[in-house]
C-alpha cells in the first residue's frame, strides 16, 4: 500500500476531514489531497512525522522502504534528487517484476542500491558547478 493509500485510508477510519488532515500536518488542503489522489509524496519528512502522530501510528508504517529513499533524496538533493531516486525505484521494481528473489533479497539489494546511490551522489559532489551547490556546503 503507497503513502496517499495509507493516509486515505486511516483518514476514513477515523472519520477526519481533508481539511482536518491537512491542518494537522500544516500543508494546504489542496496539497493533502494531492497525496491522497495523485501519488505525491510529502517533501519535508515533518510532514510525515505530523500525520503519523494525527493518526496514532508510527512514522515508518507511512514510509516504505522506498518511499524514505525518495524522500530522503529529495530532501538531501532537491526535485532533481527525487527524480533520480524515483526513476531508480522504478527501474528496480521493474528489474524484480516476476523474478525468483525472496522479498528478503529483493530488500537487500534494494537496500544496496540506496547505499550506492548516496555514496555516488556524495563522491560527485566536488564535479557539481558552484552555483548548483548548496550554502551549507
Not at 10 to 16: H, S, T
Not at 123 to 134: F, S
Amino acid at each position: 500500500m503507497k503513502f496517499g493509500e495509507k493516509v486515505k485510508h486511516l483518514r476514513l477510519q477515523q472519520g477526519r476531514t481533508q481539511q482536518e488532515c491537512a491542518s494537522a500536518a500544516g500543508v494546504s488542503r489542496r496539497m493533502y489531497i494531492s497525496y491522497e489522489t495523485e501519488g505525491r509524496y510529502p517533501r519535508n519528512r515533518e510532514v510525515y512525522f505530523k500525520l503519523a502522530e494525527l493518526f496514532g501510528v508510527e512514522t515508518n508504517y507511512l514510509l516504505t522502504e522506498d518511499e524514505e529513499f525518495v524522500a530522503q533524496a529529495s530532501e538531501e538533493y532537491g526535485t532533481r534528487g527525487r527524480k533520480q531516486a524515483e526513476a531508480l525505484v522504478a527501474e528496480l521494481s521493474g528489474l524484480f517484476a516476476g523474478g525468483e528473489l525472496s522479498d528478503n533479497d529483493k530488500d537487500a539489494v534494494m537496500i544496496a542500491l540506496q547505499k550506492a546511490y548516496f555514496d555516488c551522489k556524495a563522491d560527485n559532489r566536488k564535479y557539481t558547478p558552484k552555483k548548483y551547490k548548496k550554502d551549507n556546503e
